[in-house]
């Protein structure tokens, strides 16, 4: 490393020291004038969170987006062989949940991806992680509120012989005027996360409690009508289908980076994190391919199209009775109210994180005294995903959260690598075995993936790639802490 003066170069390539970023998650170390730029004085997120509940983040933010209704878009790209897409994308999730693990543990931190490029790759680069992080949670969590509203209408008709009007539950369009119900899930849980994190953290261990046991349940009844004629062709659409449905489904392992996101809010980070992070790579990883399996051998793979709120249908048929589906419909709500819960949570702590910085208005950074959470920064967030839920169909939105996943995924891999090299003294509770390899078979599969998407899915990308340029440099460069501790002093970057 050298010392490097105030050209735009140095600029983008400043790092933020690891000593830095964790004295200011435990409120000490901000400079002068912390109270106007970082929030109110001495107040910080609170250590709440300890290994289950984190470990329910992880799992809750994961289990229920890829399997509760994910399987309708996926199963028709790939057929019988959609058991391959969830494969493949578990293999990449596994790879890369080793260095999350050994990232979380190093640098035990609010802002996850954005934390972690800061300290090793720049503000430059870290500026565009956050804000594929932010439409990464953001979209995430539009695209699981807009599937809410199939199942609760599912319970309604099962329960109650009654639906949501068709105006009031989808996107505009078909007939549709906007998601009602998907505006309400997404108020609701903007009301609980500004009540408390551990508030929040207790009810969503509950709810996946709850998850589990519905999707154990539908496990063993869809096995009963297993039907090993539906898993033949195994490969109707070939290897590209099977690419593009493991590139589709991705975006639903976002509960790994969901649980870096709880970092300054963790008992003993770094033990805790690697292993909830491990814990819901395995408990995810069974269940998907469980679940995977089981349904599509209960059915023949055409009939997943455009199939409302698909494996209550399944239990349906199977039993020829009501209250199996009507069972999984409620299991099915509460799953989605958990997994919504910690994406909203996730965005709202890396927005947090880059307030705190400077990289966005100091406002996002603020907490509230009496419950230590960002309410104001809850409430934008709250409006933003409620907007996209209610009027942006549901496979435009799960696609472009694939493309924020991987990215977001590829920066940690090679956040090891740097780290490994620039700092590798760091204490860190865990290190990913088989270095160098995993990193980089990592960063390989999310290159893999991300080539199966869409051409849609790079548009809007580069969409939001120009919004991040302009607010950077529009903003942010000039409003960085680190820019203003260079004009008295000189910063340290990489001179690679």
């Not at 496990?219 to 109707?236: D, E, I, K, Q, R």
């Not at 409302?308 to 349906?316: D, F, S, V």
């Not at 493309?403 to 956040?415: E, N, P, R, W």
Request: charged share 10%.
């Amino acid at each position: 490393m050298v010392l490097a003066g105030n050209t735009l170069g140095s600029r983008l390539l400043r790092r933020k020291p690891v000593s830095s970023l964790i004295a200011e998650s435990e409120g000490h170390g901000l400079p002068a004038g912390a109270p106007e730029e970082g929030g109110r004085s001495g107040i910080h997120l609170r250590r709440t969170v300890g290994l289950w509940q984190l470990s329910s983040i992880g799992i809750g933010a994961t289990i229920g987006t890829g399997i509760f209704f994910v399987l309708g878009s996926a199963v028709p790209q790939a057929g019988p062989a959609v058991i391959l897409s969830f494969v493949i994308a578990a293999i990449t999730a596994g790879l890369t949940a080793l260095c999350y693990a050994e990232m979380a543990s190093a640098i035990p931190v609010s802002g996850s991806s954005y934390s972690y490029a800061y300290a090793t790759l720049g503000e430059g680069v870290a500026f565009g992680v956050g804000i594929c992080l932010l439409m990464e949670y953001g979209v995430s969590a539009s695209a699981i509120a807009v599937s809410w509203a199939e199942y609760l209408n599912k319970f309604l008709d099962l329960a109650f012989g009654f639906r949501i009007p068709e105006q009031l539950s989808g996107a505009p369009g078909g007939g549709h005027w906007f998601n009602l119900p998907a505006l309400l899930l997404v108020a609701m849980i903007c009301f609980l996360l500004v009540r408390g994190v551990s508030e929040s953290v207790k009810v969503n261990a509950a709810m996946v409690a709850t998850k589990i046991v519905i999707l154990v349940l539908f496990v063993g009844v869809a096995l009963t009508g297993f039907h090993s004629g539906n898993l033949t062709p195994f490969m109707p659409l070939g290897i590209g289908g099977v690419q593009m449905a493991a590139s589709s489904i991705f975006f639903s392992f976002i509960g790994l980076d969901a649980v870096s996101t709880a970092g300054e809010e963790v008992k003993n980070p770094r033990r805790t994190m690697p292993l909830a992070i491990i814990i819901s790579l395995v408990v995810v990883t069974l269940t998907y391919i469980l679940v995977a399996l089981a349904g599509i051998g209960a059915q023949p793979w055409g009939r997943f199209k455009d199939q409302e709120a698909g494996l209550a249908q399944i239990m349906q048929d199977i039993t020829g009775q009501s209250w199996p589906a009507m069972i999984f419909a409620i299991g099915a709500i509460i799953s989605i109210f958990s997994v919504t819960l910690v994406v909203i949570y996730g965005q709202t702590r890396i927005l947090y994180s880059m307030g705190r910085d400077g990289m966005l208005p100091k406002r996002f950074a603020e907490l509230s005294p009496r419950t230590g959470t960002p309410v104001w920064n809850t409430i934008v967030v709250g409006v933003g995903v409620g907007a996209l839920a209610a009027f942006v169909p549901l496979d435009v939105l799960a696609d472009i959260t694939s493309l924020g996943t991987l990215i977001a995924f590829s920066v940690v891999a090679v956040g090891v690598i740097i780290l490994r090299r620039t700092q590798p003294d760091l204490p860190r509770g865990f290190k990913v075995p088989g270095y160098p390899v995993v990193p980089l078979l990592s960063i390989g599969f999310c290159a893999y993936l991300i080539k199966g998407l869409h051409a849609d899915t790079f548009r809007a990308g580069g969409i939001a790639l120009a919004v991040a340029v302009a607010v950077y440099f529009g903003y942010s460069i000039k409003h960085s802490r680190l820019e203003r501790t260079t004009r008295s002093e000189p910063v340290e970057v990489d001179a690679r």
